[in-house]
C-alpha cells in the first residue's frame, strides 16, 4: 500500500526533525533545567510538525551508523582542504603580480539528491581556488570558476576538481 | 597554556579576516573577489570562534561558538553560490583575460 508508507516515511521525518531541534536548542541553551526542556520540547514539536516534511527527504538514512563514521572523515577532509585553499589564496592575494588565471569549466557529477548535491557544492565552494556558479541536477553538470584553469576540458576538469569528494560525499549522503 | 593557544587562533583568524579584506580590493572582477573573501573571511572567522572554544571549553559559551563554526559552514557557501549565480544571470562579463566561460557557451546554446 503506498498511502501507508508514505505516512509512514512522513512520520519518521518528524522524529527525526524534532530530535534535531531539540539537540540544538540543548546545546545553545546548555542547561538540563526542566523549564528549558520543557520549552525546548514544545517548540521542536511545533517546527517538527509544521516543516517535519521539508527538512529530510529519506529520514531512514540519519539510521546508518556508517554514514557516521564517514562524516567524520569527511569533516577531516574538508578542514585539511579548507586549510589549504586559504594559504592558497591568501598567496595569491599577496603576490605582487597576482597570478591568476580565472575561468568558469563545467564538471560532470555522479550525485542525484538534492542533499548530495548541495554538499559537494558547498565543499568546492571551500576548497583550492574554486567555487562554485551554478548546478544543473537533470544532467548531473556543475558549472565552476576556477581562479587557476589548469584543464578546460570536461573530464579532466572532473578528475582534478572533484573526483575525490564525490567518493566520500556519495558515501555519506547518497 | 589554554590562553596562548586560544591566542594564537584568534590571531590567526584575524590574519586571514585582513587577507580576504585586501583580496576584495585586489582582485580584478566580482568572481575572483567571492572567491576571496568566501575562503580567506569563512576561515578566518572559524578560527576567531575556535580560539573562543580552546578559551571557554565546553561551556555555554564555547558550545555557542562551535555551533556558530557549523553554521557559518553551512551558509557561507550557499550565499557566495547565490552571488554567483545572480551576477552571471544578470549580465555581468568575467575578467578580459579569464580562459574559459563555458557556462556562457552553454547558455548561448540552449537560447
Given at each position: 500500500?503506498?498511502?501507508?508508507?508514505?505516512?509512514?516515511?512522513?512520520?519518521?521525518?518528524?522524529?527525526?526533525?524534532?530530535?534535531?531541534?531539540?539537540?540544538?536548542?540543548?546545546?545553545?541553551?546548555?542547561?538540563?533545567?526542566?523549564?528549558?526542556?520543557?520549552?525546548?520540547?514544545?517548540?521542536?514539536?511545533?517546527?517538527?510538525?509544521?516543516?517535519?516534511?521539508?527538512?529530510?527527504?529519506?529520514?531512514?538514512?540519519?539510521?546508518?551508523?556508517?554514514?557516521?563514521?564517514?562524516?567524520?572523515?569527511?569533516?577531516?577532509?574538508?578542514?585539511?582542504?579548507?586549510?589549504?585553499?586559504?594559504?592558497?589564496?591568501?598567496?595569491?592575494?599577496?603576490?605582487?603580480?597576482?597570478?591568476?588565471?580565472?575561468?568558469?569549466?563545467?564538471?560532470?557529477?555522479?550525485?542525484?539528491?538534492?542533499?548530495?548535491?548541495?554538499?559537494?557544492?558547498?565543499?568546492?565552494?571551500?576548497?583550492?581556488?574554486?567555487?562554485?556558479?551554478?548546478?544543473?541536477?537533470e544532467n548531473g553538470y556543475l558549472y565552476i570558476h576556477w581562479i587557476d584553469v589548469k584543464a578546460q576540458g570536461l573530464e579532466e576538469a572532473s578528475k582534478i576538481i572533484i573526483s575525490k569528494f564525490e567518493k566520500i560525499s556519495k558515501e555519506v549522503f547518497e | 597554556m589554554n590562553e596562548?593557544?586560544?591566542?594564537?587562533?584568534?590571531?590567526?583568524?584575524?590574519?586571514?579576516?585582513?587577507?580576504?579584506?585586501?583580496?576584495?580590493?585586489?582582485?580584478?572582477?566580482?568572481?575572483?573577489?567571492?572567491?576571496?573573501?568566501?575562503?580567506?573571511?569563512?576561515?578566518?572567522?572559524?578560527?576567531?570562534?575556535?580560539g573562543v572554544l580552546i578559551k571557554f571549553g565546553f561551556s555555554a559559551a564555547g558550545v555557542k561558538a562551535l555551533l556558530c563554526i557549523i553554521f557559518l559552514l553551512l551558509t557561507a557557501p550557499?550565499?557566495?553560490?547565490?552571488?554567483?549565480?545572480?551576477?552571471?544571470?544578470?549580465?555581468?562579463?568575467?575578467?578580459?583575460?579569464?580562459?574559459?566561460?563555458?557556462?556562457?557557451?552553454?547558455?548561448?546554446?540552449?537560447?
Amino acid at each position: 500500500m503506498p498511502g501507508a508508507s508514505w505516512g509512514f516515511k512522513k512520520m519518521y521525518s518528524k522524529v527525526v526533525t524534532f530530535f534535531v531541534s531539540f539537540l540544538i536548542w540543548t546545546l545553545l541553551c546548555f542547561s538540563l533545567d526542566w523549564q528549558h526542556i520543557l520549552i525546548g520540547g514544545l517548540v521542536s514539536s511545533v517546527v517538527a510538525l509544521m516543516m517535519g516534511d521539508m527538512f529530510t527527504d529519506y529520514p531512514k538514512k540519519w539510521f546508518h551508523p556508517r554514514r557516521y563514521g564517514w562524516f567524520i572523515y569527511y569533516i577531516l577532509v574538508f578542514a585539511w582542504e579548507c586549510f589549504k585553499s586559504n594559504i592558497d589564496v591568501a598567496s595569491r592575494v599577496l603576490h605582487p603580480r597576482l597570478p591568476i588565471n580565472p575561468g568558469i569549466v563545467k564538471v560532470k557529477t555522479c550525485l542525484k539528491t538534492e542533499t548530495g548535491l548541495t554538499f559537494l557544492a558547498n565543499f568546492i565552494t571551500l576548497t583550492p581556488g574554486t567555487l562554485s556558479v551554478d548546478v544543473d541536477p537533470e544532467n548531473g553538470y556543475l558549472y565552476i570558476h576556477w581562479i587557476d584553469v589548469k584543464a578546460q576540458g570536461l573530464e579532466e576538469a572532473s578528475k582534478i576538481i572533484i573526483s575525490k569528494f564525490e567518493k566520500i560525499s556519495k558515501e555519506v549522503f547518497e | 597554556m589554554n590562553e596562548t593557544i586560544a591566542l594564537i587562533f584568534i590571531v590567526v583568524g584575524i590574519t586571514f579576516d585582513l587577507f580576504g579584506c585586501i583580496g576584495l580590493v585586489r582582485m580584478p572582477d566580482i568572481y575572483n573577489r567571492l572567491q576571496a573573501s568566501t575562503k580567506c573571511v569563512t576561515l578566518g572567522t572559524c578560527g576567531i570562534l575556535f580560539g573562543v572554544l580552546i578559551k571557554f571549553g565546553f561551556s555555554a559559551a564555547g558550545v555557542k561558538a562551535l555551533l556558530c563554526i557549523i553554521f557559518l559552514l553551512l551558509t557561507a557557501p550557499v550565499s557566495a553560490h547565490a552571488l554567483a549565480r545572480a551576477t552571471h544571470r544578470s549580465g555581468v562579463k568575467l575578467w578580459d583575460k579569464s580562459v574559459c566561460d563555458k557556462y556562457k557557451d552553454d547558455k548561448d546554446a540552449l537560447s
